[in-house]
């Protein structure tokens, strides 16, 4: 009997020439693993990372100042799930560092976005309204207006199911959509921007914005 391998190779899913990096990876089981980057002339690992094979999601990559101080951090967004009325996203934050071997990248910390949230924002949902307070701000959503049937509510406004970053006006940004029910409960989304403070990427500020109605 012979037992034949199936060989994995590796390869290119993502690359940005301004930076000068190419990042890549093993496809296995659906998903991406085993993540290489070459910067720099440099190689490092990333074995923890995880991304979905479908090439419409595959990492994303920018190359911006988002600290304002000259330099230009790289930021790599990984998609880990996905679906209808769902999305995960992670971001990781590379900054540039001298060291002894020379140029490498090193990942900052990165606050996560639903702590953010838990921390500084208070929801509350009746048959009728979405309630939503950050800080002294309120906004109030009449859920007839956008169709949402009072009947398939949740006991209160949902944030996790859509997780996603994006990199706006040169800023770190987490998008997370709020959602009311399980189906058609869409009601808008929270945009928290972070700043670099205390080694780490921080909340700066925090917007929600409802969902627009004809």
């Known amino acids: 009997?012979?037992?034949?391998?199936?060989?994995?190779?590796?390869?290119?899913?993502?690359?940005?020439?301004?930076?000068?990096?190419?990042?890549?990876?093993?496809?296995?089981?659906?998903?991406?693993?085993?993540?290489?980057?070459?910067?720099?002339?440099?190689?490092?690992?990333?074995p923890y990372w995880i991304n979905v094979s479908n090439e419409a999601y595959w990492p994303q990559l920018f190359y911006k100042d988002i600290i304002q101080d000259g330099k230009k951090e790289l930021i790599i967004v990984l998609t880990r799930g996905y679906g209808t009325g769902v999305i995960e996203q992670f971001v990781h934050v590379l900054h540039n560092t001298e060291t002894n071997f020379g140029e490498v990248y090193g990942e900052i910390l990165v606050d996560n976005p639903m702590a953010i949230l838990l921390k500084n924002v208070k929801t509350k949902l009746t048959k009728s309204e979405a309630i939503i307070n950050i800080g002294n701000e309120r906004t109030v959503i009449q859920l007839d207006k956008l169709g949402i049937d009072p009947k398939r509510l949740f006991s209160d406004v949902v944030t996790g199911s859509l997780v996603r970053f994006d990199v706006l006006d040169n800023e770190l940004t987490a998008i997370m959509g709020a959602q009311t029910s399980p189906l058609g409960g869409y009601i808008g989304e929270f945009h928290i921007t972070y700043e670099f403070k205390d080694q780490m990427y921080q909340v700066k500020r925090i917007k929600f914005i409802p969902l627009e109605t004809s």
């Open 1 to 46: 009997m012979i037992t034949i391998q199936n060989e994995t190779k590796e390869k290119v899913v993502g690359n940005l020439l301004e930076a000068n990096v190419t990042l890549y990876a093993i496809e296995r089981e659906g998903y991406l693993e085993k993540f290489r980057l070459e910067a720099n002339g440099g190689i490092q690992y990333f």
